[in-house]
Structure formats: structure tokens, C-alpha cells
């Protein structure tokens, strides 16, 4: 508890942290709710039969294909390299001030005029940078995670289709592939997370100060995400549901949507906003600690 009384004392300290990511939570919602994108993403479970396992497959089966065509393997990797690079810079320009305020905030320091655009002037380049390697990191551990769950996807369909006699198989790979997106996932997320707080403490190492103040904790560290993973997940479910419930009248889905979208909003502003505090602050315990002394709980 001691993690998380410091993240919200921290939040108190700086209402900033909610407001700003509230705007940013704002406009976010307004343009994912006018994205067909979304609509599309939302849809591809429907590919092949429906299935998500059928999802799984169509998505490797895609990646396959553009990369036995040279051309458009090609045109992928030049629009991939132009995407990665804005992405970076974007998420340099918008958080670099915010994690400077959190970072402060957390440290204790006293509230000072300028603080935002300070961060900006000194870490836009290094969040830029870790961006980078956070957003490829995450690229190919998703890509890993696809194909390692290939065998998993196939012999399920099958047991799923009526065969009986691959239950035992089934069950032993699909338990093997779980565990080991589990521990792909825990090291992924704890590593990746503390680079950030990393490159606003530190003006260089970034990458292995992260990883050996994450080592401190580790296993903590993951537990505390999966909590956190799980309670973003059931809130989103129950929260989704406000809109898949409001077809009967055009006034009842309005109001219901409108109802969904402020929630919605609300939820990702004090959850994101608290959960990059909670971030932070387990870093600064973490950088400082000391056996005898510092106990995390």
C-alpha cells in the first residue's frame, strides 16, 4: 500500500497530472468515436468464421504474405520506419513535460512556474528515443506472441471442431503457450515501463537502469500489473456494455452512448493518469532502495 498511497499523495500534490491526461483522454475519445477504423478493428473477429482463434491465423497469414512480396514488402517496411518515427516523436512531444510534473511531484519538489515546458526543452528527445524502442519492442513481441501461440491455435481448432482424442493434448500445449505469453508479458511490461521514469532520472543508461531497478522488484512489480491489466479489462467490458444495450430507441442510444462516452472518458483519466503516477513512484522506491531499510509493499 505504501506504492499506492505515495502515487495518489503525488496526484494531490499535482492535480495537473489528471487534467492533462483528461485532455488528452478527451481528445482521444472524440476521434476514436469518429474512427471507421475502429469499427473495422472491432469487426475482424468476424474474419473466416468468426472465431478469434480464426483472427489469430488471418493476422499471421497477412504478415506472411507481405513479406513473400518484395514490392510490397518494400512499401510495408518504408511505411512502417515513416509511422514508428512520428509515433515517437508525437509521444516525445506530448509526455515529455507531463512525465517531467510526475517526476517531480513524486520526488516531492515544490511546484514551480514552467515545470511542463521545462520538460519538454530537456527530455523530448530521450522520450522520443525510448518511444521508439518501446513501440518496436512492442512490435515484435506481438509478432513473437502470434506465431509462439500458432500450435496452441491449431490444435485447439481441432479439439474445438469434435476431436475428442486431442483433449489432453490440447490442454497441455494451450496451458505451455499461456505461461509463456505470461512471462513474455510480465517482462515485456515491467522492462518497458521503467525505461521512462529511467530517462527522466538519469542522463544516460536509460535501458539498463530501468531493467536493474525493475530487477529489485520484479516479481511484484508484474503481480501489481496483472491487477492493474485485469481491472482495466472488466471495467471496459461492463462499460461496453452501455452501448451494446442501447439499440431499442434512437433517444435511449443516444443518451446511452453519450452515457459511455463521459465514462469511458472518466475511467481512462484516472486510471491512465493514476497508473503512470504508480509507475513512477515504484521507481523512485525502487532507485533508492535499500534492503534493511526499504520494504515494498
Known sequence: MKVLGKAVQSIIRRPFI???????????????????????????????????????????????NIMMNPGTALKALIGFILILLF???????????????????VGKKEKYKGEFLEGI?????????????????????????LVASVPAV???????????????????????TIGVIFLIFMFYSTYISFWFPASVNNSRRWFLTGKENADKFFW???????VFIVVFMVCHFF????????????????????????ANWVFNTLFFGFFIT???SVYKIAESYVPQDVEYE
Open 278 to 280: 504508480y509507475v513512477f
Open 121 to 145: 526543452k530537456k527530455f523530448f528527445l530521450r522520450i522520443s528515443f525510448v518511444s521508439l524502442r518501446a513501440v518496436l519492442v512492442s512490435i515484435i513481441v506481438l509478432i513473437v506472441t
Open 87 to 105: 509515433a515517437s516523436i508525437l509521444i516525445g512531444l506530448i509526455f515529455s513535460g507531463y512525465f517531467n510534473v510526475i517526476n517531480n511531484a
Open 220 to 226: 511484484k512489480i508484474s503481480v501489481r500489473y496483472i
Open 239 to 262: 462499460l461496453a456494455k452501455i452501448n451494446v444495450n442501447s439499440a431499442d430507441a434512437d433517444f435511449a442510444m443516444n443518451i446511452k452512448k453519450f452515457a459511455g462516452f463521459i
Open 154 to 176: 491449431i490444435i485447439t481448432k481441432s479439439w474445438l471442431s469434435g476431436r475428442a482424442d486431442l483433449t489432453v493434448v490440447a490442454a497441455f500445449v494451450d496451458v505451455i
Open 18 to 64: 489528471l487534467v492533462y491526461f483528461g485532455f488528452i483522454a478527451l481528445v482521444y475519445s472524440i476521434i476514436d468515436s469518429r474512427n471507421p477504423l475502429t469499427a473495422l478493428l472491432m469487426g475482424f473477429n468476424r474474419l473466416g468464421k468468426g472465431d478469434f482463434l480464426d483472427m489469430i491465423i488471418y493476422s499471421i497469414q497477412i504478415l506472411l
